[in-house]
């Protein structure tokens, strides 16, 4: 069965303070590893990663994979409150249907003060 | 282009009796899915439907829930003999194509079971 793991679970910090949120994966015929941004409503894409030690970046978002080690993470640089919420991992399951077929880790609570 | 859109938002059942969770996807979209979160946990994948066709209902419970997507109209997710283990926040989620992990989510119906 697909496993994807997060940590830490929560984390607070205060603005301007930089964070590093950890996804591992255990998948059967890894095929790529997203990561999404929940506030209070809908999840939104952020990033897809595919291949390992290429970094995405968006803005004061960035991402990279590790395949070899199955393990991804995501930086915040200059956090702002704007940037609370859950961050999500997920990868797609190795039942194979389909690549939207995901399984989700249980989410790293980010809470930023001012 | 609007968003996928959820409907209702919000919905409160009592035990016993149905709940019926709509979803518009994107336009141009044709790939839907629909994820559970419970309380405190991740979300949770139950049913793939491409238009009058279910694909993939692997995390759909056998007995009580069943999905559509019409040629015609949104994807209906519908849950009969509603139990309080039923309350939860239930997502869909659209995409234009099968082979992608980056999904466009609504913002959710949240079913209370009294």
């Known amino acids: 069965e697909d496993k994807v793991v997060q940590s830490p679970l929560s984390l607070v910090v205060h603005e301007g303070d930089t964070v590093t949120l950890n996804c591992s994966y255990e998948v059967t015929n890894f095929r790529s590893l997203l990561w999404y941004k929940q506030e209070k409503k809908a999840p939104t894409f952020l990033f897809m990663l595919t291949s390992s030690g290429i970094e995405k970046k968006s803005g004061r978002l960035s991402s990279i994979l590790d395949k070899k080690e199955l393990f991804s993470i995501l930086n915040i640089t200059a956090t702002q409150t704007g940037d609370s919420a859950v961050y999500l991992c997920?990868?797609?399951?190795?039942?194979?249907?389909?690549?939207?077929?995901?399984?989700f880790g249980q989410g790293t609570i980010l809470t930023v003060h001012p | 282009n609007a968003g996928v859109m959820q409907n209702p938002r919000h919905l409160v059942r009592r035990r016993g009796q149905e709940a019926r969770l709509r979803c518009s996807p994107m336009?141009?979209?044709?790939?839907v899915y629909w994820y559970r979160q419970l309380p405190e946990e991740g979300l949770k994948f139950m049913v793939y439907?491409?238009?009058?066709?279910?694909?993939?209902e692997s995390g759909m419970p056998k007995e009580r829930f069943s999905a559509e997507f019409p040629k015609e109209g949104p994807s209906i997710l519908r849950i009969q003999q509603v139990v309080r283990g039923d309350s939860a926040a239930y997502f869909c989620?659209?995409?234009?194509?099968?082979?992608?992990?980056?999904?466009?989510f609504g913002e959710g119906s949240r079913l209370t079971v009294l």
């Open positions: 336009k141009g979209h044709s790939h």
């Open positions: 989620a659209s995409s234009p194509r099968g082979d992608t992990g980056e999904l466009f």
């Open positions: 997920a990868g797609p399951n190795a039942g194979g249907t389909s690549y939207g077929k995901l399984t």
């Open positions: 439907l491409q238009k009058e066709n279910i694909i993939d």
